[in-house]
């Protein structure tokens, strides 16, 4: 099964502070994403990407960033955290090989966000 | 998204017992993805389908990308079957294999 890490776990944040959130893959897999959770929405993309040096919005980027400077790393970045990132934040990895089981994405633990 | 619709929102089981999720697509799915979220959050893997049918163990899943539906049947549940069951779809002609997920069926399995 495909390895997925992110840190941190549990961050506190304060409104209008940068917040960075970081995830590593030892897989090999092109493609990466940041997902975030709320109730009611189920799981929501925010950027991608296809590889280094690579981002790309997703369905719902605004306030934003991502950051691919490897294959095995992905970031998302928050700039300005407002209240309503305060969410459950979901990195995964896949294939994107474009063949079929190649492309399932498998999920990291999960970064609990609370900005105050 | 409003492109996967899951049913039912929760579901109640006595172990020993089965039943089938389902998600209906509004669009043409080219893949679909089950998952299990546990009790601590972390998304598990199920099933991987371009087409037809898997199983594995006590789970059962089908794809029906002409008929625009996924169902997932689970046999003999067991407690530790509790959780969220999400459904999670590839759409035809999108890029990077990105998924569209339901907002999932809450399952809880009763001694």
């Known amino acids: 099964e495909a390895a997925v890490t992110q840190s941190p776990r549990n961050k506190v944040a304060v409104t209008g502070g940068k917040v960075t959130l970081s995830c590593n893959q030892t897989?090999?897999?092109?493609?990466m994403y940041w997902y975030r959770q709320d109730t009611g929405h189920g799981l929501r993309l925010i950027h991608y990407?296809?590889?280094?040096?690579?981002?790309e919005k997703g369905d719902i980027p605004d306030g934003y960033k991502a950051s691919r400077p490897s294959q095995e790393n992905f970031s998302l970045i928050l700039e300005l955290a407002t209240p309503s990132q305060t969410s459950v934040y979901f990195c995964?990895?896949?294939?994107?090989?474009?063949?079929?089981?190649?492309?399932?994405?498998?999920f990291g633990p999960g970064t609990r966000l609370l900005v105050l | 998204g409003d492109q996967v619709e899951q049913s039912p929102s929760a579901l109640s089981l006595h172990e020993g017992t089965g039943s089938a999720l389902r998600c209906n697509f509004t669009?043409?799915?080219?893949?679909v993805q089950w998952f299990q979220q546990n009790s601590r959050g972390s998304l598990i893997n199920l099933f991987y389908?371009?087409?037809g049918t898997k199983e594995n163990g006590r789970l059962k899943s089908t794809f029906n990308s002409k008929e625009s539906y996924s169902t997932l049947h689970i046999r003999d549940a067991q407690l530790e079957d509790s959780g969220t069951y999400f459904c999670?779809?590839?759409?035809?002609?999108?890029?990077?294999?990105?998924?569209?997920f339901g907002i999932g069926t809450l399952l809880s399995v009763k001694p």
């Open positions: 669009t043409t799915m080219r893949a």
């Open positions: 897989n090999n897999h092109n493609n």
């Open positions: 999670a779809a590839e759409e035809y002609g999108s890029s990077g294999n990105k998924l569209i």
């Open positions: 990407s296809y590889g280094a040096g690579s981002t």
């Open positions: 389908l371009a087409s």
């Open positions: 995964a990895s896949g294939g994107g090989l474009g063949g079929r089981d190649q492309d399932t994405q498998y």
